[in-house]
């Protein structure tokens, strides 16, 4: 690892320091290097709120010494007025002479526009350092900016021998797979993705409450498809407590909100359009089966992490099919894991 590279590590330590936070904006870290030392450091906390490079600048108590120093960046500078000004106008005040990004800004009003700025007033420019894993970080941001849509994670448990369920009746408990350490890491997913949606069968037969519960942070939009206006009001889902969204549904409470899609048959690339103009970066797909193969048999999806417990149903209703590389198995225990799947 290079010089270069071991400082925007550090970056990509710091913006990671946000996640959840700054949705629909991207995760930022960056440092202010000066004679090989770190001088200042600072990440974007929260939409709306100053951006890494004020941070990070702000943190330097010695101003004089901004003119020797390096800043490096995770993400392309901004050049443009939007909720804060321009990152870029404050290098160039700054007198920094050298800046060195992880990788470009696809949104549009950035995109290329940072470093030409920043080139044009003889500021040298260092780009695509650590750029994998910079384009990583902000991976919800990049396939909003870029496929729009939005990022579209797949969860579910199964059993080992392959099913999500046992065939019951509505009034009948759902089998247990998850132990509270993978029930904090789902509720950790929640917390860092903007929305999670269930079919009406699930919402009918278990009344989830779609919540971030065993983790700190925010709770995503909740969504489901009401084609029939079966779901009573009194269930979880039209309680009010946190935003939800019902798709050709109908519920009266405040903080839900009703919206009809005039089409026959409510395919996952109408729901990840209607998602995508409503500014929802990041969405879980969380059950059932039949909701789950829609998008995967349609390709819409990103990222699966699909939970294994060693427990045996031996019938019920089958996991669903998907084909994709595996990124990275965990190991909860010696026989309870977690496969997480990359669509390439």
Excluded at 119 to 131: A, D, G, W
Excluded at 184 to 207: K, Y
Excluded at 248 to 254: A, I, K, L, V
Excluded at 315 to 329: H, R
Aim: proline fraction near 5%; include cysteine.
């Amino acid at each position: 690892m290079n010089i270069h590279e071991r400082y925007m590590q550090r970056c990509l330590q710091l913006a990671r320091m946000a996640d959840g936070n700054t949705s629909p904006n991207p995760m930022v870290g960056a440092v202010v290097v000066c004679d090989g030392r770190i001088i200042g450091e600072g990440y974007h906390r929260r939409c709306g709120e100053a951006h890494a490079e004020v941070n990070a600048i702000a943190s330097v108590r010695d101003k004089s010494l901004l003119s020797q120093s390096t800043i490096y960046v995770s993400l392309e500078p901004c050049s443009h007025h939007g909720k804060t000004p321009p990152c870029c106008d404050l290098i160039i005040s700054s007198g920094i002479p050298h800046v060195v990004v992880g990788c470009l800004d696809p949104f549009p009003q950035v995109s290329g526009r940072g470093v030409e700025c920043l080139r044009k007033n003889n500021v040298k420019v260092t780009v695509n350092v650590l750029q994998e894993e910079c384009l990583w970080l902000n991976r919800k941001f990049m396939t909003y900016q870029q496929k729009q849509r939005p990022y579209i994670t797949l969860k579910w448990a199964q059993s080992c021998d392959g099913y999500i369920d046992r065939n019951r009746q509505p009034n009948e408990n759902a089998t247990i797979f998850s132990t509270p350490t993978t029930r904090s890491w789902s509720h950790r997913l929640r917390a860092t993705h903007d929305a999670i949606i269930v079919g009406t069968n699930t919402i009918l037969t278990d009344n989830p409450s779609l919540t971030t519960r065993y983790w700190h942070g925010k709770n995503p939009l909740r969504i489901t498809i009401d084609r029939h206006h079966r779901i009573p009001e009194h269930y979880t889902i039209c309680d009010g407590s946190t935003p939800t969204l019902l798709i050709n549904g109908n519920c009266s409470h405040d903080n839900i909100e009703s919206i009809t899609l005039n089409t026959a048959d409510i395919t996952p690339q109408d729901i990840a359009h209607t998602l995508f103009l409503r500014n929802i970066q990041s969405l879980i797909v969380e059950g059932g089966r039949e909701l789950l193969q829609s998008f995967i048999d349609a390709d819409l999806w990103d990222e699966a992490r699909i939970e294994v417990a060693p427990t045996q149903l031996h019938s019920g209703i089958e996991a669903p099919c998907i084909k994709g590389t595996i990124w990275q198995t965990i190991r909860h225990n010696t026989a309870h894991h977690t496969h997480i799947l990359v669509n390439r």
